[in-house]
C-alpha cells in the first residue's frame, strides 16, 4: 500500500498559467489538429480579420493569398488585403496576443468575435518554427514593417524592428511560416476554404497563389458593399440578471432611469418608468453601480413583464436572396434551386439572427465520389465557412432532422441535392473557440428547420411536377404510338382520309394534356 | 455610400479582456449549454475532481452528490468526499479562478487536465444566481468553511467569511446554487453521468440523491485502489522545438547535458553525449537557458535518429480487462462479452496511452427505443465518461470506421450490441474546452480500431458459432424426424425390431453431430 499523500503535499505544485501557454499546449482547440486543417485554420482567420476589417471601414475587399511550400509540412503565407490598416501602437495586441482587441465585447455582426484567432495563429508559427510572423501596414496616415512575437508565459506581444516605411499603399500585408501544415485540395483543404469564402462573400475579390504556382482568381461578382451591420445596444429581453449587472457596473450613467435608457434599445424615458413600476423596491434615483442582484433580477423580470418592440434586425448583414441563388448557379450549375431568406428572429430572449438557406438539386450538386452521390451541406456563420466539427453544429442537426421524404427525397444520403445554411447574428454562439460549429440552441435549430422546410417545398413542387411531367409523357408516347394504326383501320372502315383523322387525333391528344398540365399547375400553386 | 472608417476610428475601442470573462460570455464552449447538460457538466466537474484527488492521496473515495431543486431551472447541487481536502490558502485558485491548479503542467495521468473545470462551476453559478459557491474542507490539519467568488474581469478569487472550524472529518464538502439548469432521467443527464462513472471506477463508492428524494447508491465494487498513476518525464521522442525550449528555459541545470539527463525519461550521460555527437555544432557544456531555436531543433532531429527504449507506459492506469467484464454483465447483463486491453501506445512520437475496449452483445446491450434497438457506444477518457459532442470524438469515429459485416454485425444501427472504449493518457488531446470528445488523431483513431477489430473477432466467434449451433440443431432434428419411420420401415423389410434400429441410429446421429460441434470448437481456437 503506498502511502496517503496529505493535500499540502500535492499543493505544493500549485501553479498558474496564462491563456496564451494553455492555447499552446491545447492548440487543437482552436483549429491546429491535423496537418491539412490547421493550414486551413490559419487562412480562415487571416481571411476573416481582413473581411471585417474591410467591411468597416467601408471597402470593397481585395485580397491576396499566397501559399508556398517551404519544406516537407511547411509552409510560407502570405495575406494582403486593402483594408484600413492597423496603428502601430496597437499591432502587437491585435495579431500577438489572444483576448485582446476590438471585436470581443461589440454586439455587432463581425465574422470575428473572440479575440483570439490572429493571437492562435502567431501562437501556432512560434510553437512550429519558433519564429512569429511579420507585418507591413499602412492606415494611410502611417505606414510601417515589424516583426511580432509572444511572450506565451506573459500573454504580452513582442514587437521588434519597427521601421517606417513609406504609405504608398493602404492595407495589411501578414506573413509568416509554419510547421505541421500540408496544402491539399480537399474538402477541408485551404483551396475549398476560399471557394466558399467567395461564395458567401461576392462583394469581394479574392486571389490565391497555390504551391504548385496555380493562380485561382475569385473575382468580385457585385460591386456594392453587402448591407452594412451595425453595433446595436442589447434589447431589454435578452438580458440575464448578470449581463444587467456587468452593464450597470460599467455604466457611467448617473441614476439607475437614465442608465436604462442609455444602454438598452428601445428603453425610453417612459418606458423605464414602467419598469420602475414593477419592479417595485428598487430605487431607480439611486447610482447603478449600487444595483445589487436581486435589484437586477427584479428589472430584468419587469422587462419581461412588459411589450417591446423587436430588436433593431436591420443590423444584420446578410448574403443576400439573389446572391446565393447566382452562387449556386455558377458552382453547382443545379436543374433546380430554391432559396429561402427568413425573417430575423431571437434565441435567449433577445439576441437577434436571421437564416438563409438555399436547396440545390441537380447538376453538380450534392458530393459526389466516384459513381454515388450524396446529400452535402455547407454551413456558414456570419457569411464565413464552417469545414469541420460537423457533427456538433446546430445546422446538421437541423438538416438531419428534416424528413426530406416530405420533399420528393428518398435518402437524403443517397441523391445529388445540397443544402447551403447561412446563419449571422451579433454573437454567434460557437460550441468551441475554434469557431467550427455553432451550439445547438433549440431557437436556432428550429428556425434552421424552418427556413429548409420552406425551400424544401418549394423543391417538392419541383419533383413531384418533374415526376408528373415525366409520368405524362410516357403516357402520352403510348397513346399517340396508336394514333397512326387506328386512323388507317378507320379509313378502311369509313372510308375517311388516315392523314385528317391522325391530325384531329393527334390535336385532341395534345390538348387533353396541355389542359392536364394547367390543371396540375394551378393546384399547386 | 457611407463613410470610409478610419483605423484610428476603429481601434479607438480597443480592449483588453481576461479569460474568465471570455468564459463568462462563451460558457457553451465550458459544457453549459442546454439546462440539462449544465447540471451534468457541474456533477462531472466536482465528481472529477474529487475521484482525482483521492487518487492522489491514495484514498478509496467515498462520494455523496445531492441535487436538489430550488425553483424553476435553478437546483442547489451539493458534493462530499473524503479526499485530502485543499488548504486554506489554495481554495480561492483551485475553485474560484481558471487556469490555476496542480494539473495542467504535470505529465501525469488525471481526470482533469486543464485547470478550467471548477473555476468555470463558480462562473456558472455567478452568472445564473449572482452567488458563487460554499466550501467546507478539512485537511486532517487545518478545517475551514468559506464562500467563494470570482473577479470576472480580473480572473480573481474572492475569499469570504473564512471561518475556522473542528477538523473533526476530513475532505471536501461543495454546495451552491445554479440557474439555467434541469434535472431529467435521459442520456446526457446526472443520473447517467453518475452510472456510468461508477461504471469505469469500480473503487469508488458513490451516493446520489436525486431532486425527488430517492437515493441511488453505487457501491465499491473492489476494495483496492487502482494502479496509480505516476508523474513521469516527457519521453525524448515526444518533444517538438517548441517544448525542448520551453523545459530549456524552465530548467535550473547548469548545462545541456545535465538538462536533458534531468528533464527527460531513458536520458542517461552516455545518451546525452551520443545527441551532442550527432547535434554537432551544438554547445552541450553551454546553459539550457542559452540554447537557439536552432540548437534545439538539432537536439529534436539528434533524439530522432537514436533508438530509445520506449516511454515508461506502467506509469498509465486502466479501468482493467476484468473490472469491465464485471461492470457490462452487472448492468448490460449480455448473452455475450468480450474484453479487450492493448498495450500501451504512443501518439505524436511520445505521449502514451492505453485503449480498453469492451463489446457487449444481447441482453441490455445497444440502445432500447421502445420496440427498436440500436448499436451504442459509450465513451470513456481517463475514466470520465464522455456524454455530448458525440460527433466529433475519435472514439466515434473509429467506431463508426468498423466494417462490422466482418463481425457478423449485419447493420450497427440495428443489433443489440454496445461498444465501451476507454482511452488512458498523460495528456488527452480534447477536442474543446468542455472536454467532451477526443481529437481525431491519426494514431489514437487507429489504435481504438484494432482494439475494436480484436474484440470484435471475439464476438464474430461467438455469432457465427451461435448461428452454425441453431443450424446444426434444425439438421439435427429434421434427421431425428426420419428415424421413426425409417426404424419402422426396416423392421417391415428385415424383421429387426425397430426400437433397436431406432435407439442405434439416434445415439449414431448424436455422436456424429456431437463431433461436428467439437470440430467447430477446434477450428475456431
New interface residues.
Given amino acids: 500500500?503506498?502511502?496517503?499523500?496529505?493535500?499540502?503535499e500535492?499543493?505544493k505544485?500549485?501553479?498558474?498559467?496564462?491563456?496564451t501557454?494553455?492555447f499552446?499546449?491545447?492548440s487543437?482547440?482552436l483549429g491546429y489538429?491535423?496537418k491539412v486543417r490547421s493550414l486551413t485554420t490559419i487562412i480562415h482567420e487571416y481571411l476573416t480579420n481582413s473581411l471585417d476589417?474591410t467591411e468597416?471601414?467601408?471597402?470593397l475587399p481585395d485580397i491576396e493569398v499566397r501559399v508556398k511550400e517551404v519544406s516537407e509540412s511547411r509552409y510560407s503565407i502570405y495575406v494582403r488585403d486593402n483594408g484600413?490598416?492597423?496603428?502601430s501602437k496597437?499591432v502587437g495586441?491585435?495579431l500577438a496576443s489572444v483576448?485582446?482587441?476590438?471585436k470581443?465585447?461589440?454586439y455587432m455582426q463581425q465574422r470575428g468575435q473572440?479575440?483570439i484567432g490572429a493571437g492562435g495563429c502567431t501562437i501556432f508559427a512560434?510553437?512550429?518554427?519558433?519564429?512569429g510572423i511579420r507585418v507591413r501596414s499602412s492606415?494611410?496616415?502611417e505606414a510601417y514593417e515589424c516583426d511580432l512575437s509572444i511572450d506565451i508565459k506573459g500573454n504580452k506581444p513582442l514587437v521588434n524592428n519597427l521601421e517606417k516605411i513609406e504609405p504608398n499603399f493602404r492595407g495589411l500585408e501578414i506573413s509568416g511560416e509554419f510547421g505541421e501544415t500540408k496544402y491539399e485540395k480537399s474538402d477541408h483543404g485551404v483551396y475549398e476554404y476560399v471557394r466558399r469564402t467567395a461564395l458567401s462573400n461576392p462583394h469581394a475579390s479574392i486571389k490565391l497563389v497555390e504551391p504548385e504556382g496555380g493562380e485561382a482568381i475569385f473575382p468580385r461578382s457585385v460591386e456594392k458593399?453587402p448591407a452594412?451591420p451595425r453595433q446595436i445596444k442589447p434589447h431589454p429581453l435578452g438580458l440575464?440578471?448578470?449581463d444587467l449587472?456587468d452593464f450597470a457596473r460599467a455604466s457611467e450613467s448617473r441614476k439607475v432611469t437614465s442608465f436604462l435608457e442609455d444602454t438598452f434599445s428601445r428603453v425610453s424615458h417612459e418606458r423605464a418608468k414602467e419598469a420602475a413600476e414593477l419592479a417595485k423596491d428598487v430605487d431607480f434615483e439611486k447610482s447603478p453601480k449600487e444595483l445589487t442582484?436581486q435589484d437586477?433580477?427584479k428589472i430584468v423580470n419587469a422587462f419581461k413583464q412588459m411589450k417591446w418592440i423587436a430588436p433593431e434586425l436591420d443590423a444584420l448583414s446578410t448574403i443576400g436572396e439573389q446572391q446565393i441563388e447566382v452562387a449556386i448557379k455558377n458552382i453547382l450549375d443545379p436543374r433546380f434551386v430554391s432559396v429561402v431568406e427568413r425573417k430575423p428572429r431571437v434565441f435567449k430572449g433577445g439576441i437577434p439572427f436571421v437564416v438563409e438557406v438555399g436547396i440545390a438539386y441537380g447538376g453538380k450538386s450534392g458530393k459526389q465520389s466516384g459513381e454515388t452521390v450524396s446529400g452535402s451541406i455547407l454551413r456558414f456563420a456570419n457569411k464565413v465557412p464552417l469545414l469541420f466539427?460537423?457533427?456538433?453544429c446546430a445546422i446538421?442537426e437541423a438538416v438531419n432532422g428534416i424528413d426530406w421524404k416530405r420533399y420528393s427525397i428518398a435518402r437524403f444520403e443517397e441523391e445529388p441535392v445540397s443544402v447551403l445554411v447561412n446563419v449571422s447574428s451579433v454573437y454567434i454562439?460557437?460550441?468551441?473557440?475554434?469557431k467550427q460549429?455553432i451550439?445547438?440552441?433549440?431557437e436556432i435549430v428550429e428556425e434552421i428547420k424552418l427556413a429548409v422546410q420552406d425551400a424544401g417545398r418549394k423543391l417538392e413542387r419541383y419533383l413531384s411536377g418533374e415526376r408528373h411531367k415525366s409520368l405524362q409523357e410516357s403516357g402520352y408516347k403510348t397513346i399517340a404510338r396508336y394514333v397512326s394504326q387506328l386512323s388507317a383501320d378507320l379509313e378502311e372502315i369509313t372510308g375517311r382520309k388516315k392523314e385528317e383523322t391522325e391530325k384531329e387525333l393527334k390535336s385532341l391528344i395534345e390538348k387533353k394534356y396541355k389542359n392536364l398540365f394547367k390543371e396540375e399547375d394551378q393546384s399547386t400553386n
Avoid at 484600413?84 to 496603428?87: S, V
Avoid at 512560434?126 to 519564429?131: A, D, K
Fill in positions: 500500500m503506498q502511502e496517503t499523500k496529505s493535500a499540502d500535492i499543493f505544485e500549485f501553479k498558474e498559467h496564462s491563456i501557454e494553455f499552446r499546449k491545447n487543437q482547440m489538429a491535423g476589417a468597416e471601414a467601408n471597402i484600413p490598416g492597423i496603428p496597437h495586441k491585435a483576448l485582446t482587441g476590438t470581443f465585447h461589440r473572440q479575440g512560434l510553437i512550429t518554427t519558433g519564429n492606415t494611410g496616415k458593399m452594412k440575464s440578471t448578470s449587472l442582484w437586477a433580477e466539427d460537423t457533427g456538433s446538421t454562439p460557437y460550441s468551441g473557440v475554434g460549429a451550439a445547438q440552441e433549440d
